[in-house]
């Protein structure tokens, strides 16, 4: 293709997180990267659509006919590890209708694993790291007809070589990236875990953790770096969301939302001085060590009804082995302040980390009664390549498989332990999960936090899954 104007014709896809189109529910909230990507490239004058495979239920005609109607310049695909399959088909569908048309990857897996993406033959070019500006310059420069050894943080095919440039810096300032495009995501099946409301938006309001958690891999993108947006920016899109779009709930799904405490206090406090009425929940876990009594008064106060933590073991062996640098006590110092505030809390567990036994995994059940949360998640590890526990079980050769299709967070085990298959795992999870929810005041306590209809519906449908679990054999 040979471009002479402003491209108008980009599409960005969040491809299925099923093997098999059509057949997993829908995700629960709209993609925010793409939605950035997608507002830097309108605001350059770009056309722009994105697709949303699993939400909008596209199976492979249906995306093909939206190939041949949009004629698409470039197809942008935001890819995880068990996304990574389900692109590659779609991008052998993108090449086959119009094989001159650019197939971009992006995302954590190919930020991981850039030179095994870039040698797939449907795959032009590889975006590592954040991908709003580097995604900008490579259509800048497609349009322009140059050539992209210009563009930091890519890999890209050039006369049949390979060619990788220089790393593109962090973005420093957060508040110069304009709001994300929402209104490009056509699905109405959009839902949000245990929402009050059904009117429900999402919000990144920083990037980074400096936590050293070894089954995160998200440092791989944002080194461990802590960057935010001002509380005026993160107000002024709150403002927008609650005035303009109506919204009366807002998760926010920062790494640790919580890590500047004087930004925390500065957002409680412009929330106050405008006046903002909005429920906030923070559904991706803080870290409980830099929650403190002031903080979390800060948050009760801000609107927040509802956090999640990342307790992760009720071992603090195990904890140590995962560098989560807490201890139990402080984690129940938190849980005790948040029901004391009235806050509603979730808490994370992970099965199957380094050391794990079934002692340990009792442990970890006995801890998750104490702590007694409105939400207890227990999840099998699934560790992602690029993680340090990916490396360590690589070296002790119990990671039992590289189908990526498998890395899918509900999928079975990928992985065995010294003392722990993967039958082991998945009978202790289904024992956690009966353990702490089949108790007479868990049930009542379930029953009590059914507040709107928009919540009955979601845990209903949550209560089934779960039934469903824990009566299969």
């Not at 960005?12 to 059509?22: F, K, T």
């Not at 993108?94 to 954590?108: A, E, L, Q, R």
Request: with cysteine; hydrophobic share 40%.
């Amino acid at each position: 293709m040979i471009y002479s104007t402003i491209m108008t014709n980009i599409l960005l896809v969040n491809p299925s997180q099923a093997g098999v189109y059509g057949k997993m529910k829908p995700p629960v909230q709209m993609h925010m990267g793409l939605a950035y990507i997608a507002s830097v490239l309108e605001n350059r004058g770009n056309g722009v659509e994105i697709l949303d495979i699993d939400a909008e239920g596209l199976d492979a005609a249906r995306f093909t006919e939206v190939l041949k109607k949009r004629k698409p310049d470039v197809v942008g695909f935001t890819v995880t590890t068990p996304t990574f399959s389900s692109s590659l088909e779609l991008a052998e569908l993108v090449k086959k209708h119009n094989s001159g048309t650019y197939v971009i990857f992006g995302g954590i897996h190919p930020t991981i694993r850039p030179f095994e993406t870039i040698q797939l033959s449907y795959v032009d070019i590889v975006v590592i790291g954040e991908g709003e500006l580097t995604f900008s310059e490579i259509v800048e420069a497609l349009e322009k007809r140059e050539d992209l050894s210009s563009v930091k943080g890519i890999m890209f095919k050039a006369g049949g070589k390979t060619k990788e440039t220089p790393p593109r810096q962090l973005l420093s300032d957060l508040d110069s990236l304009p709001f994300p495009s929402r209104t490009l995501f056509k699905s109405k099946v959009y839902s949000y875990p245990d929402a009050l409301y059904r009117e429900t938006a999402s919000m990144i309001t920083s990037r980074g953790c400096p936590g050293m958690c070894s089954y995160c891999n998200a440092n791989r993108i944002f080194k461990r770096v802590f960057r935010a947006r001002s509380a005026g920016n993160v107000l002024d899109e709150m403002e927008l969301l609650t005035t303009s779009m109506g919204i009366k709930e807002i998760h926010i799904w920062d790494d640790n939302f919580v890590t500047d405490k004087k930004r925390v206090l500065a957002i409680r406090d412009e929330i106050l001085k405008r006046n903002i009425r909005v429920k906030i929940a923070f559904p991706n876990g803080l870290r409980a060590d830099f929650l403190d009594e002031g903080i979390m008064r800060a948050l009760k106060e801000m609107g927040v009804y509802s956090i999640a933590i990342g307790v992760e073991s009720g071992s603090e062996e195990i904890l140590k082995k995962a560098h989560k640098g807490i201890k139990l006590e402080r984690i129940e110092e938190v849980f005790h302040l948040a029901k004391k505030l009235g806050l509603e809390t979730w808490a994370f567990f992970i099965i199957g980390l380094l050391g794990e036994t079934s002692e340990t995994i009792k442990k970890t059940i006995a801890f998750a009664k104490k702590l007694n949360p409105d939400i207890a998640k227990f999840h099998i590890l699934k560790p992602y390549p690029g993680t340090e526990v990916y490396d360590e079980l690589k070296s002790l050769d119990f990671i039992l498989t590289e189908d990526y299709d498998k890395f899918g967070i509900h999928t079975p085990p990928v992985h065995r332990l010294e003392n722990l298959s993967p039958r082991d795992m998945l009978m202790w999870q289904k024992k956690a999960y009966k353990s702490f929810y089949l108790r007479p005041s868990t049930i009542i306590n379930q029953a009590l936090r059914i507040k709107t209809l928009n919540r009955l519906k979601l845990n209903f449908e949550a209560g089934a899954g779960l039934l469903k679990t824990l009566i299969s054999s």
